[in-house]
C-alpha cells in the first residue's frame, strides 16, 4: 500500500477532543463523589447506605432492570426467532421492530399511559362491558414500569439475538433435522446454544438501559416506585448537591457493571466455545 | 398447535407498535384518551400544537440540535473511521474503544458526569453544552456504519486513481466519499434520531429557557394529565 492512501494522524484532533471532555466528565464524577464536608472520603457511599429508603430504591433498581431484562427476553426471542425462520418478506417484520424505535421514547412510554391509565383505553373498555365498576390501577406502580421499559428496550434485544440468527448456518438445521432429530430438540441441541450470545448481548443491552432509565420510570411509576436514576434526577433537580448526585450515579455504574462484566466473560466463553462447535 | 403459535407471535408482533398507534389515535380525540367505545373526534390538540409559539420553538431547536449534532458527530466519526480503518498503532484500539465506551454508561450516569463536564467547561444550561454531551452519545452511532462501508471499500481503487494522479484531497473527494456514501447516511439518519429523541440526558442539561422538545414534552405529561403535549411531530 502507498503511504499516502494513509490519512494523517492530524485527523484524529477532532474525535481526540470529544474524547477528552468525555473522559473529562467522568472523570470529575470520580473526584467529586469523593467530596465532602469534611474533606475526601467515601462519606457519601457511606450516607447513602446509611438511608434504609435508599437502599430500598437501589434494590428496586435492580429487581425491575432484572424483571424487564427477563421480560424482554421471553417477548424479544420467540419474535426474532420467528423472522429468521419467516421465508417470505422479513423486511416488513422488521419494520414492525424497527418502527417504535423511531418513536421518542416520552411518546411510546405516554402510549402506555393512554393504555392502561384509569381513563384509558382497557379501563374504558372494560367498563363500558360492565367487568369492572371502578378503573384498575394497571399503571402508576412496578408493574408498570416493568411494561414500559419491556416495551422501550425489546427491539434491542431482537436486535441482538436476530444478528445472530440471521446468519446461523441453514445446514446445521438440515442435518439435524436428517439424523431426525425433530424440530424442538434441532432447537435446544442447536439453535438455541448458537444463539446464546445474541442473547447475552441482548440482555447486557436491556439491563444497562433499565437501570439508567428516567422517562419510563418517571412517566409510569407511582410516587414511591423510583429507581436509582429518578432518586438522581430528582434530589438533582431539588437540592443541587453535585457530589451527592455524582456518588449516587458511581453507585449506579456500579449496579449495571457488576452484572455486566461477569455477563462479558460469560459471553467470550460461550463464542469461544460456539465458533468451537461450529468448525 | 400451529393456530396457537400464530396467534401468540401476532400477539407479540403487535405489542410494539400498539402504544404509538394508541397515541397516533387518541390525539386524534377530543379528550386526548382513546376510549372504547369511541368519543367524538377532533383536530383540537394538533391546532393547539401548531398554533402555540413556544411548541414551534421548541420543535425547530431540537430540530436545529440535531442536525447540528449529526453533522458534527459525522464528521467527526468519519475523521476517526479514516485514520483507525488504515493505520494501525499503539493505542488505536484504545481509541476505538474509547469511542464506544459512551454506550456503555447507564444514560442517567451520563446526564450527571455530563452536569459536572458543563459546569467545569462553562457552558452549563446553554444550547452549547447540550449540543456537546449528544455529539459525544452519538459518536459511537456513527462510527460504527462509517467503518463498516470503510472495511468494504477496496483500497486498490483509491490507489488506482492515486496512481492516474490524483491528489490526496481529490481522491478522497471524488472516490472515498462517493463510495462511503450509504454509510454516512446510515450514520447521519442515527445521530439524528438519537439526538432528536434523547430526554433522559438532557434533562440533567436543560435550563429554565433552555430545553428541548422531548424533555419539554415529558415535564408536560408530568406536570398534568393534560394530553397537548402528546401530538408531537412524531406520532
Given at each position: 500500500?502507498?503511504?499516502?492512501?494513509?490519512p494523517?494522524?492530524?485527523?484524529?484532533?477532532?474525535?481526540?477532543?470529544?474524547?477528552?471532555?468525555?473522559?473529562?466528565?467522568?472523570?470529575?464524577?470520580?473526584?467529586?463523589?469523593?467530596?465532602?464536608?469534611?474533606?475526601?472520603?467515601?462519606?457519601?457511599?457511606?450516607?447513602?447506605?446509611?438511608r434504609?429508603?435508599?437502599?430500598?430504591?437501589?434494590?428496586?433498581?435492580i429487581?425491575?432492570?432484572?424483571?424487564?431484562t427477563?421480560?424482554?427476553?421471553v417477548?424479544?426471542?420467540?419474535?426474532?426467532?420467528?423472522?429468521?425462520?419467516?421465508?417470505?418478506?422479513?423486511?416488513?417484520?422488521?419494520?414492525?421492530?424497527?418502527?417504535?424505535?423511531?418513536?421518542?421514547?416520552?411518546?411510546?412510554?405516554?402510549g402506555?399511559?393512554?393504555?392502561?391509565?384509569?381513563?384509558?383505553?382497557?379501563?374504558?373498555?372494560?367498563?363500558?362491558?360492565?367487568?369492572?365498576?371502578?378503573?384498575?390501577?394497571?399503571?402508576?406502580?412496578?408493574t408498570?414500569?416493568?411494561?414500559?421499559?419491556?416495551?422501550?428496550?425489546?427491539?434491542?434485544?431482537?436486535?441482538?439475538?436476530?444478528?445472530?440468527?440471521?446468519?446461523?448456518?441453514?445446514?446445521?438445521?438440515?442435518?439435524?433435522?436428517?439424523?431426525?432429530?425433530?424440530?424442538?430438540?434441532?432447537?435446544?441441541?442447536?439453535?438455541?446454544?448458537?444463539?446464546?450470545?445474541?442473547?447475552?448481548?441482548?440482555a447486557?443491552?436491556?439491563?444497562?438501559?433499565?437501570?439508567?432509565?428516567?422517562?419510563?420510570?418517571?412517566?409510569?411509576?407511582?410516587?414511591?416506585?423510583?429507581?436509582?436514576?429518578?432518586?438522581?434526577?430528582?434530589?438533582?433537580?431539588q437540592?443541587?448537591?453535585?457530589?451527592?448526585?455524582?456518588?449516587?450515579?458511581?453507585?449506579?455504574?456500579?449496579?449495571?457493571?457488576?452484572?455486566?462484566?461477569?455477563?462479558?466473560?460469560?459471553e467470550?466463553?460461550v463464542?469461544?466455545?460456539?465458533?468451537?462447535?461450529?468448525? | 398447535?400451529?393456530?396457537?403459535?400464530?396467534?401468540?407471535?401476532?400477539?407479540?408482533f403487535?405489542?410494539?407498535?400498539?402504544?404509538?398507534?394508541?397515541?397516533?389515535l387518541?390525539?386524534?380525540?377530543?379528550?386526548?384518551?382513546?376510549?372504547?367505545?369511541?368519543?367524538?373526534?377532533?383536530?383540537r390538540?394538533?391546532?393547539?400544537?401548531?398554533?402555540?409559539?413556544?411548541?414551534?420553538?421548541?420543535?425547530?431547536?431540537?430540530?436545529?440540535?440535531?442536525?447540528?449534532?449529526?453533522?458534527?458527530?459525522?464528521?467527526?466519526?468519519l475523521?476517526?473511521?479514516?485514520?483507525?480503518?488504515?493505520h494501525?498503532?499503539?493505542?488505536?484500539?484504545?481509541?476505538?474503544?474509547?469511542?464506544?465506551?459512551?454506550?456503555?454508561?447507564?444514560?442517567?450516569?451520563?446526564?450527571?458526569?455530563?452536569?459536572?463536564?458543563l459546569?467545569?467547561?462553562?457552558?452549563?444550561?446553554?444550547?452549547?453544552?447540550?449540543?456537546?454531551?449528544?455529539?459525544?452519545?452519538?459518536?459511537?452511532?456513527?462510527?460504527?456504519?462509517?467503518?463498516?462501508?470503510?472495511?468494504?471499500?477496496?483500497?486498490?481503487?483509491?490507489?488506482?486513481?492515486?496512481?492516474?494522479?490524483?491528489?490526496?484531497?481529490?481522491?478522497?473527494?471524488?472516490?472515498?466519499?462517493?463510495?462511503?456514501?450509504?454509510?454516512?447516511?446510515?450514520?447521519?439518519?442515527?445521530?439524528?434520531?438519537?439526538?432528536?429523541?434523547?430526554?433522559t440526558?438532557?434533562?440533567?442539561?436543560?435550563?429554565?429557557?433552555?430545553?428541548?422538545?422531548?424533555?419539554?414534552?415529558?415535564?408536560?405529561?408530568?406536570?398534568?394529565?393534560?394530553?397537548?403535549?402528546?401530538?408531537?411531530?412524531?406520532?
Amino acid at each position: 500500500m502507498t503511504t499516502s492512501t494513509k490519512p494523517p494522524l492530524i485527523l484524529l484532533i477532532p474525535p481526540a477532543i470529544l474524547l477528552v471532555a468525555f473522559l473529562t466528565g467522568i472523570g470529575y464524577l470520580v473526584v467529586e463523589s469523593l467530596r465532602t464536608d469534611m474533606g475526601w472520603g467515601l462519606g457519601n457511599f457511606v450516607d447513602f447506605f446509611d438511608r434504609p429508603d435508599y437502599v430500598a430504591v437501589l434494590i428496586r433498581t435492580i429487581v425491575i432492570a432484572l424483571a424487564s431484562t427477563l421480560l424482554a427476553g421471553v417477548i424479544g426471542y420467540p419474535i426474532a426467532y420467528a423472522i429468521a425462520q419467516y421465508k417470505g418478506n422479513r423486511n416488513f417484520l422488521m419494520m414492525l421492530v424497527i418502527m417504535p424505535w423511531l418513536v421518542s421514547v416520552v411518546v411510546r412510554t405516554y402510549g402506555w399511559i393512554v393504555i392502561l391509565g384509569p381513563k384509558g383505553t382497557l379501563n374504558s373498555l372494560l367498563m363500558s362491558l360492565g367487568i369492572i365498576e371502578t378503573p384498575i390501577r394497571m399503571i402508576f406502580n412496578m408493574t408498570g414500569v416493568v411494561i414500559g421499559l419491556v416495551h422501550v428496550f425489546c427491539p434491542f434485544f431482537i436486535v441482538s439475538v436476530l444478528s445472530v440468527l440471521l446468519y446461523l448456518d441453514r445446514g446445521l438445521n438440515e442435518a439435524s433435522q436428517t439424523l431426525s432429530a425433530g424440530p424442538i430438540k434441532t432447537f435446544l441441541n442447536i439453535t438455541w446454544p448458537l444463539s446464546l450470545p445474541g442473547v447475552i448481548t441482548g440482555a447486557i443491552l436491556v439491563y444497562l438501559l433499565s437501570t439508567g432509565a428516567i422517562v419510563t420510570p418517571l412517566l409510569l411509576g407511582g410516587v414511591r416506585d423510583g429507581m436509582l436514576a429518578t432518586q438522581i434526577y430528582q434530589d438533582v433537580l431539588q437540592v443541587f448537591d453535585y457530589p451527592k448526585a455524582s456518588s449516587m450515579a458511581i453507585i449506579l455504574l456500579l449496579a449495571a457493571f457488576s452484572l455486566i462484566i461477569p455477563l462479558q466473560l460469560l459471553e467470550r466463553r460461550v463464542a469461544a466455545r460456539v465458533s468451537g462447535m461450529g468448525r | 398447535m400451529r393456530v396457537l403459535r400464530s396467534i401468540v407471535l401476532v400477539l407479540l408482533f403487535a405489542f410494539l407498535p400498539l402504544p404509538i398507534i394508541v397515541v397516533a389515535l387518541s390525539s386524534l380525540t377530543k379528550t386526548g384518551y382513546f376510549t372504547i367505545p369511541l368519543e367524538s373526534i377532533s383536530l383540537r390538540w394538533y391546532i393547539e400544537f401548531f398554533t402555540d409559539q413556544q411548541w414551534i420553538g421548541l420543535l425547530l431547536i431540537s430540530g436545529a440540535i440535531a442536525v447540528l449534532v449529526a453533522l458534527i458527530s459525522t464528521t467527526v466519526a468519519l475523521m476517526s473511521a479514516l485514520v483507525l480503518a488504515r493505520h494501525k498503532f499503539t493505542g488505536s484500539g484504545a481509541f476505538e474503544t474509547l469511542i464506544m465506551l459512551p454506550l456503555v454508561f447507564p444514560n442517567a450516569a451520563l446526564g450527571v458526569a455530563f452536569l459536572g463536564l458543563l459546569g467545569l467547561l462553562g457552558v452549563s444550561g446553554t444550547y452549547l453544552g447540550i449540543v456537546l454531551a449528544h455529539c459525544i452519545i452519538t459518536l459511537p452511532f456513527a462510527y460504527r456504519p462509517i467503518l463498516n462501508s470503510l472495511r468494504k471499500l477496496d483500497p486498490a481503487i483509491e490507489e488506482a486513481s492515486m496512481s492516474l494522479g490524483a491528489s490526496p484531497g481529490k481522491v478522497l473527494r471524488t472516490v472515498t466519499l462517493p463510495l462511503l456514501k450509504p454509510g454516512l447516511i446510515s450514520a447521519f439518519l442515527f445521530c439524528f434520531i438519537v439526538s432528536f429523541d434523547e430526554a433522559t440526558i438532557t434533562v440533567f442539561l436543560i435550563a429554565p429557557d433552555v430545553t428541548t422538545l422531548p424533555v419539554r414534552i415529558l415535564t408536560e405529561i408530568q406536570e398534568s394529565a393534560s394530553p397537548s403535549s402528546r401530538p408531537s411531530p412524531h406520532s
